[in-house]
Every structure is written in structure tokens, then in C-alpha cells.
């Protein structure tokens, strides 16, 4: 009853937050998610030692901030030759100054240090972004971006409730053995119906197709970067990637599905309607 108890105040301050931060305006958006970003950027790191890796977190944090500040300030339009100049240079500075740590896998090291980056820190980035997908001046809208997230914990929702209901046949049984393929069709339809239900009330740029799109995105990629996830906590030995959130685990477990989800959602918005 307390770990129930624990979970639902946990979830719906995380729902909270996040539909807060989207909501009120495109700085406080940029601030929390550069937040956000870098908490789960510790928590891939800190958990990467456990399989006798060492990133080299003080550049690795310096290169998320810098690619972190790429996105933002484009955002809204104010000059980054400056940030994406210092991102490339931490990128290959990094190489360099693995030569001086003398630690075994040294090109395992560099590779985690800016994976961390990729997978995290630019999908996250690329919200400030989908606010805004026509790239406007002093445009924001909000409601498209609070909607990808509103579809990824309906799609959450639903493939755990019916995959514990009817769930008997595995969908990815070697990365994750409780998945089923009712639970995935359980999380696409829900999605699907949501998406509906957002078109008819949401005032947005896109069309009835655009949010069947959309839905299909969270629901197909959205599993693989839950598969994802589940890969990187398997091959690290952990359950939770972190306890941040109480019952929940850490930013990892929250974030698993949008961390791939959010750039090909970003590259469908990019290319319709531009």
C-alpha cells in the first residue's frame, strides 16, 4: 500500500511538472529539460561504471551543456557559432584527453562519454524545437509537444495494463521478458484513439493524418526505445537506472521512450510543415 501510495504522488508530480514546464513558457520549457537532461546524463554515466567503464563525465558535461545551449538558443534565434564551435571541440578534445587518464578501454571510454550525449542530451534539446516546428518568430505551441508526451504515458498505460491482462506472447523476450504483443496492439490502439481525441480538441498546424502519424511513431518507436533502455539497464545489471523519482527509478526509466522517439518526431514535423 505505501509503494502504491509512493508511486502515485511520485507519478503525478512528474505529470505535474512536466505539463507546467511545457505549458508556461519556451525559457522555463528550455530550463527544465536542460535540467532534466543532465540528471539522466548522470545517470547513464553512473551507471556505465558498473560495467567497468569510464566515461570522462567532467567533458562529457561540458560537451551537454555546450550541444544543450546549440539547441536552446536556436530555438530562439540568437547566435550559436559559438556553442556548436565549443561542442565540436570537446568532441575530438576528449579523444586527447583520454591519452593522460591511462584507463583500460580507453576507445570504450570515449564512446560512452559522447553516446550519453547523443542519446540524451540532443533528443531533449530537440524539444525546444517541436514547439516551434515551423521555425517562426515569437512562436509557440506548446500543445504539440505536451501532446507527444500525453500519447507516450497513454501508450505506457495502456500496453502495461493489457499485456498483464491478456499478455502471452513475447514481443522482445531477450531485452525484455514481460512485454507481450497484446500489450503493444493494447498501447497502439489506445494511442491511436487519444490521437483522435487530441485532433478534435487541440487548436494546432497539423491535420487529422499528421496525429495518426504521430501516434504510430510513439507507439512503434516509442517500444523500441523502451527496448532500448531495457538493453542498457540489462547490460548494466540494474533494475532502475537511478531513485530520483520514488517508485519510479530514475529520469532513464521515465524518458526511455521519448529519448528515440523525440527526433524522428522532430524530423516527421521538420519535413510537413516546412
Given at each position: ?7 502515485t504522488?511520485?507519478g ?11 505549458i508556461?513558457n519556451?525559457?522555463v ?11 539522466a ?43 556548436i564551435?565549443i ?16 584507463k ?17 542530451i ?16 515569437n512562436?509557440?505551441?506548446?500543445i ?10 497513454c501508450?505506457?498505460?495502456?500496453a ?10 513475447r ?9 507481450s504483443?497484446?500489450?503493444?496492439f493494447?498501447?497502439?490502439?489506445a494511442v491511436?484513439?487519444a ?20 501516434g ?6 516509442g517500444?523500441f ?9 540489462r ?5 532502475d ?6 517508485g519510479?527509478?530514475?529520469?532513464l526509466?521515465?524518458?526511455d ?11 516527421y ?6
Open positions: 500500500m505505501k509503494n502504491i501510495t509512493q508511486r504522488i511520485t503525478a508530480v512528474y505529470v505535474l511538472a512536466v505539463i507546467f514546464a511545457i508556461i519556451p525559457i520549457l528550455a530550463i527544465f529539460f536542460g535540467v532534466i537532461s543532465i540528471i546524463l548522470y545517470e547513464f554515466y553512473n551507471n556505465s561504471k558498473l560495467s567497468q567503464i569510464s566515461p570522462l563525465k567532467p567533458m562529457g558535461y561540458l560537451l551537454a551543456i555546450s550541444t544543450y545551449s546549440f539547441f536552446a538558443l536556436k530555438a530562439f534565434q540568437i547566435e550559436t557559432k559559438y556553442s564551435t561542442s565540436l571541440f570537446l568532441c575530438f578534445a576528449i579523444f586527447i584527453m583520454e591519452l593522460f587518464r591511462k583500460e578501454n580507453p576507445f570504450t571510454n570515449i564512446a560512452y562519454t559522447i553516446l550519453g550525449v547523443v542519446y540524451i540532443i533528443p531533449l534539446g530537440l524539444t525546444n524545437f517541436i514547439v516551434n516546428p515551423q521555425f517562426l518568430p512562436n509557440f505551441i506548446p504539440i509537444l505536451l501532446s507527444v508526451f500525453i500519447l507516450a504515458w501508450n505506457d498505460t495502456f502495461y495494463l493489457v499485456g498483464i491482462k491478456f499478455g502471452k506472447r514481443l522482445f523476450e531477450r531485452i525484455s521478458p514481460k512485454k504483443w497484446e500489450g503493444f493494447g498501447g497502439v490502439v491511436q484513439i490521437s483522435i481525441i487530441l485532433f478534435k480538441l487541440t487548436n494546432s498546424p497539423l491535420e487529422f493524418f499528421d496525429w495518426m502519424i504521430i504510430a511513431i510513439i507507439c512503434i518507436i517500444t526505445g523502451d527496448l532500448v533502455e531495457s538493453m542498457f539497464k547490460q548494466m545489471g540494474v533494475k537506472s537511478g531513485k530520483i523519482l520514488p519510479h527509478g530514475g529520469i526509466d521515465r524518458f521512450i521519448l529519448f528515440i522517439t523525440l527526433p524522428f518526431i522532430f524530423i514535423l521538420f519535413l510537413r510543415l516546412n
